[in-house]
């Protein structure tokens, strides 16, 4: 019998963990993601979706290194599945689900929203729920854009997900991106609510010399040095945000068909597709990864603050009940007006 989505997801306390990986100092945490599409989905190549179905499928094989790595890092992750391939390849899903891993959706046809309204959104997204639910038997509740394209222009997306019953999102990128296809440059770093109920968990960004930059996703994270990524993630951690990796099977498949298409676009989809599975293996060492959808019960459960804040401490009533609390709330106030136990520290993952 297939595990229920609690079952799934409540990590296993006897699991043995790495005694190298580095524990986060705050509630912070990384979550580890994967955008699972075909080579030929990359935007960068611009195949259109007329000729998906001649090209040379690559996406099992891809998809089985990238579970058989998870394995052997005993880490779970998130798969954010397009609806083409739930429906082309339904026993993938299957097994993604099977490993214990989240399934969430990357919508059907992989365009960016800028070539879509809200209605032609929920109906691509309506669609790729219905390849994924009849895939694997699951409602995901955690979205990502094609190519990262919600932003200022596109945030009539979030209502969309909201229609569609999401809990949350994670597409925006918060930066300026050079070739502006996507980045929404004053958007939070750090997870943060952006409708009733709708959370949006942004990919990371690294702040040199007062700059965002991105990094440790997609291009940034095949193209840079290792250093440059783990400099990224502590950096966040640090600072109490939690990051989200993410990262394309077809990155780690050197040996996928050549497309010829301009320099700029062959440099951005070509350059260390040998390294990646290398790069993978480094942050799993070093990282505990959890999902996305873990990250958001964390935050729901410890009384996140209204503006997105992890809260570093958790109070606790009479009866050991977590107490929530409110926006600019002081501890020491809800200690005193509550009548709640002293604050403590309180790790949001049980591991
Ligand atoms: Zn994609």
């Not at 219905?130 to 509740?141: K, M, N, R």
């Not at 070739?179 to 409708?195: A, E, F, I, M, T």
């Not at 020491?332 to 520290?345: C, D, F, L």
């Amino acid at each position: 019998m297939a595990p229920t989505d609690e079952q799934s997801m409540t990590p296993d306390p006897h699991r043995p963990v790495s005694a190298e990986r580095i524990a986060p100092r705050s509630n912070a945490r990384c979550a580890l993601s994967f955008d699972v599409e075909d080579w030929f989905h990359a935007g960068n190549l611009r195949i259109p979706p007329g000729h998906w179905a001649e090209m040379p499928s690559r996406i099992e094989r891809s998809m089985e290194t990238i579970l058989s790595l998870l394995e052997e890092y005993d880490t779970i992750a998130t798969f954010f599945v397009l609806g083409w391939i739930a429906h082309r390849h339904p026993s993938l899903v299957r097994r993604i689900r099977r490993g214990g891993h989240e399934i969430a959706s990357h919508g059907f046809w992989h365009q960016p929203l800028s070539h879509m309204t809200r209605k032609t959104f929920v109906e691509d997204v309506r669609r790729a729920q219905v390849a994924i639910e009849s895939a694997a038997d699951t409602t995901p509740i955690g979205f990502r854009a094609p190519s990262y394209s919600i932003d200022e222009r596109t945030s009539w997306a979030f209502d969309g997900l909201r229609e569609l019953g999401f809990r949350y999102d994670s597409s925006v990128y918060p930066v300026r991106a050079p070739h502006g296809r996507y980045g929404w440059p004053n958007s939070p770093l750090r997870p943060h609510r952006v409708r009733t109920d709708l959370w949006e968990f942004p990919l990371p960004t690294l702040t040199l010399w007062g700059r965002r930059v991105p990094a440790a996703s997609g291009a940034y994270f095949r193209i840079a040095p290792c250093a440059v990524t783990t400099m990224a993630i502590e950096q966040n951690l640090n600072r109490g945000i939690s990051v989200v990796v993410n990262i394309h099977p077809w990155e780690l498949d050197p040996d996928q068909p050549r497309v010829r298409t301009s320099i700029g676009r062959r440099l951005l989809h070509y350059t260390n597709l040998r390294t990646t599975r290398n790069k993978l293996e480094h942050v799993l060492r070093r990282y505990e990864f959890v999902t996305i959808r873990q990250m958001l019960n964390a935050i729901e459960k410890g009384g996140i603050l209204a503006r997105g804040l992890m809260p570093k401490t958790q109070v606790l009533g009479r009866s050991g009940e977590p107490i929530q609390r409110r926006a600019g709330e002081k501890l020491k106030n809800i200690v005193k007006e509550r009548g709640a136990g002293p604050p403590i520290n309180r790790p949001l993952h049980p591991r």
